[in-house]
């Protein structure tokens, strides 16, 4: 049974704001109007803006020309990745003490699952308990968070969407919707609000002259499945009422480590991609380094000028790590991709996936390595060595893959 569980989804507020303005507190920290995101050029997108910038229309992945069309006055500044990644970390470790099961389900989303803490808690209440954790995780991270509660991550994440900060309560705060109020609750929602149900699938539904859950929960299932098919109609008729029963995973890993680029100008140059690719590469493996992990799939994107993206991937039979590994496969994927359609291109990004722990890579067999295998032990200890530099004197240090926006 899943309703008598106990969900958070603990979200931080303008989070990419909030730790740009902590790294940089006399230049981001003090300007009301920042955006985050974007190339200084103005080329890029929005990653986040402060409530006030968004008060003049600035959204999330906008084109950053757009943004300071908007708001001309804003202060816009690049996306602190280490930093965000740093807090992150710590919003984690926080939330930790309050249960084990904790899932971090993005940079500033964390799940906990406090199923069977009751006792502990001496029967507190579960909005308690979440004011609680919003008031230490602010009171030890300066962070403020959004929490949403409910017996089912879909519910937890909808009501935390609630509990956001608004014009007229610009602090946020907790929204716990109790068990079996789920239905209710979701009358409010558009269909586009639910997770999953992207530009795609709305043009589908509204074709059925579906657009919001109370648009959906009028029709039996049979209907639904009927027009959406047995998978698809299914799972909308389970999500319109509430019904998720997806387990928190406190020990699910990163599904990928990626690392991308949008260029202030179109690149077509085939030499100087190369060289954004292992400027890419290096920082993807140094941070999968970073996290104790190894891959098996390296993966290029690619976006022409014209926004067409186009993907190549290639799963390894031994997992890598190393700088060198990582980018000799990605130039193969790259070369693909540009024979493919030789177009200048806008984004260039290496993505590593099939994670696994460091230290579960297979031993790499004597003739495999004798034919050159993808990753050699030699690899290995120049990439434990480039960390270790980098670690006592920076990110920039030993040239390669460090100046640029680190
Ligand atoms: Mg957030």
């Given at each position: 049974m899943t309703t008598g569980r106990r969900i958070l989804l603990a979200d931080a507020d303008a989070f990419y704001v909030a730790v740009a303005r902590l790294v940089d507190p006399d230049g981001a920290g003090k300007a009301r109007l920042l955006i985050v995101g974007g190339a200084p050029d103005r080329r890029g997108v929005v990653t986040s803006a402060s409530y006030e910038a968004r008060a003049y229309g600035v959204q999330s992945a906008m084109p950053m020309a757009r943004a300071v069309r908007l708001c001309p006055g804003a202060t816009v500044v690049p996306v602190p990745w280490e930093a965000c990644a740093d807090k992150g970390r710590e919003i984690a470790a926080v939330l930790r003490r309050f249960t084990p099961a904790v899932e971090q389900a993005s940079s500033d989303e964390f799940y906990l699952d406090l199923s069977g803490t009751e006792r502990l808690y001496h029967d507190e209440p579960l909005a308690a308990t979440a004011r609680r954790i919003r008031d230490t995780v602010l009171a030890e991270t300066t962070l403020s968070l959004s929490i949403g509660g409910a017996t089912s991550k879909l519910v937890a994440k909808l009501a935390a969407g609630v509990a956001k900060p608004r014009p007229g309560s610009p602090s946020g705060g907790v929204h716990v919707v109790p068990p079996g109020a789920e239905a209710e609750f979701m009358l409010r929602f558009a269909l586009a609000d639910l997770p999953f149900v992207g530009p795609k699938f709305q043009e589908r539904l509204a074709r059925f002259g579906l657009r919001s859950v109370r648009d959906v929960v009028r029709h039996e299932r049979e209907t639904l499945v009927r027009w959406l098919g047995e998978r698809e109609g299914e799972w909308l008729y389970q999500r319109v009422r509430g019904h998720d029963a997806a387990p928190v995973e406190p020990?699910?890993?990163?599904?990928s480590v990626s690392r991308d680029e949008t260029f202030p100008t179109d690149v077509d140059d085939d030499d100087a991609l190369a060289a954004k690719l292992l400027v890419l590469a290096d920082r993807a493996s140094a941070d999968l380094r970073d996290g104790g992990l190894v891959a098996r799939t390296v993966s290029v994107k690619l976006r022409d000028a014209d926004f067409i993206t186009r993907q190549a991937s290639r799963t390894l039979p031994d997992p890598v790590r190393s700088d060198r590994a990582v980018y000799a496969v990605a130039r193969q994927l790259l070369a693909r991709l540009r024979r493919a359609r030789r177009v200048p291109a806008r984004l260039l990004g290496v993505a590593l996936s099939q994670l696994g722990a460091e230290g579960a890579e297979g031993q790499l067999s004597l003739l495999e390595r004798e034919a050159g295998g993808i990753e050699t032990e030699r690899d290995r200890t120049i990439s434990r060595v480039i960390d270790e530099v980098r670690g006592k004197f920076g990110p920039d240090a030993l040239g390669r893959g460090g100046a640029q926006g680190r």
């Open positions: 020990d699910r890993e990163a599904k």
